[in-house]
Nanobody, 123 residues
Framework: QVQLVESGGGLLQAGGSLRLSCAAS????????MNWFRQAPGKEREFVAA????????YYADSVKGRFAISRDNAKNTVYLQMNSLKPEDTAVYYC????????????????WGQGTQVTVSS
């Protein structure tokens, strides 16, 4: 079992920056690929970024590439999402999730999810 708790969301103006954190319980954090998804009102949950078990490999949605950066600290059981140059279209609830096997892009393949943290970007 892995429990995930996100933090760091908030309300800010376009162009600003925010760092989300996701703290995981359990001793097997480093065995999971970690991911951030987001869901805007009326839209499906969408892939944002993912990071491999050791942190060497990262993957991004085209919409956030060059603006967001995912990282992890296995000693602290934490994954981060640094978000820069935020746009109103980034407004969503952001979720972290843990994947043991499957596609990093498919929400259904993820076994564990956090409760989400709201990010609101005003124009």
């Amino acid at each position: 079992q892995v429990q995930l708790v996100e933090s760091g969301g908030g309300l800010l103006q376009a162009g600003g920056s925010l760092r989300l954190s996701c703290a995981a319980s359990g001793r097997t954090f480093s065995s999971y690929l970690m991911n951030w998804f987001r869901q805007a009102p009326g839209k499906e949950r969408e892939f944002v970024a993912a990071i491999g078990r050791s942190g060497d490999n990262t993957y991004y949605a085209d919409s956030v590439k060059g603006r967001f950066a995912i990282s992890r600290d296995n000693a602290k059981n934490t994954v981060y999402l640094q978000m820069n140059s935020l746009k109103p279209e980034d407004t969503a609830v952001y979720y972290c999730a843990a994947l043991s096997s499957g596609s990093i892009y498919k929400a259904d393949d993820y076994a564990y999810w956090g409760q989400g943290t709201q990010v609101t970007v005003s124009s």
